[in-house]
Nanobody, 123 residues
Framework: QVQLQESGPGLVKPSQTLSLTCTVS??????????WSWIRQPPGKGLEWMGA???????FYNPPLKGRISISWDTSKNQFTLQLRSVTPEDTAVYYC???????????????WGQGIQVTVSS
């Protein structure tokens, strides 16, 4: 059974780059039909799909975040990473990584999710 675990800093300063890693275990994860997503939930708001990368390495991003977001694989470490540039306090949220057969996943009932990591953007 696949397991996902988010890691990274819990505090990022405004204008900096937020970098998070999702470590995957219990594969296989190169079956060519999964999407590996990042999703976030700001305080008091719903889940927002941020973007995803396929097993083959093709990345797709939520349009409002395009230009600030990058998702990539490090297959040697069984990890995929999120980079979000030029963060503001509005990027404060719990960030989740997930694996699903659907791309724009926003329900924990779909696929496999990590536990989430709180990231606060503040000076």
């Amino acid at each position: 059974q696949v397991q996902l675990q988010e890691s990274g800093p819990g505090l990022v300063k405004p204008s900096q780059t937020l970098s998070l890693t999702c470590t995957v275990s219990g594969g296989p994860f190169t079956a060519n039909y999964y999407y590996w997503s990042w999703i976030r939930q700001p305080p008091g708001k719903g889940l927002e799909w941020m973007g995803a990368i396929t097993d083959a390495g093709s990345a797709f991003y939520n349009p409002p975040l395009k230009g600030r977001i990058s998702i990539s694989w490090d297959t040697s470490k069984n990890q995929f990473t999120l980079q979000l540039r030029s963060v503001t306090p509005e990027d404060t949220a719990v960030y989740y990584c997930a694996r699903a057969e659907e791309m724009e996943v926003t329900s924990p009932l779909t696929g496999s999710w990590g536990q989430g990591i709180q990231v606060t953007v503040s000076s």
